[in-house]
């Protein structure tokens, strides 16, 4: 089993002063259990963003000509859950 937790503190979103915009912060938590059934084939059960929680991981205020006409968010994905197999066929 395996239990990932991120922390990312708030920060400014560009370098520059006078058109920047401060980010908040943000906890992200994976859970991931892998079983091996045999030499060539394991099975796995994931629940990636436990919490739900939504994030803003960058926040783009400037479209390219230094206008602030549009305000884009790149957000994280929103909580999943899955199946995984692996079969390695070498063995």
């Known amino acids: ?3 990932n937790h991120v922390s990312v503190d708030e920060m400014w979103n560009d370098l520059t002063v006078s058109d920047r915009v ?3 912060n943000y ?3 994976n859970i991931n259990f ?3 059934l045999n030499e060539s084939l394991s099975v796995g059960v994931f629940i990636d ?3 739900d929680e939504l994030a803003d991981l960058y926040i783009n205020n ?3 000509y230094g206008v602030n006409t549009h305000i884009l968010h790149t957000v ?3 909580t999943t859950v899955g199946v995984k197999f692996t079969w390695n066929y070498s063995k």
């Open 34 to 36: 892998t079983k091996m």
């Open 62 to 64: 400037e479209d390219g």
């Open 22 to 24: 401060k980010q908040g």
């Open 76 to 78: 994280n994905r929103p």
């Open 49 to 51: 963003n436990v919490f």
């Open 1 to 3: 089993m395996q239990i």
């Open 27 to 29: 906890n992200l938590t």
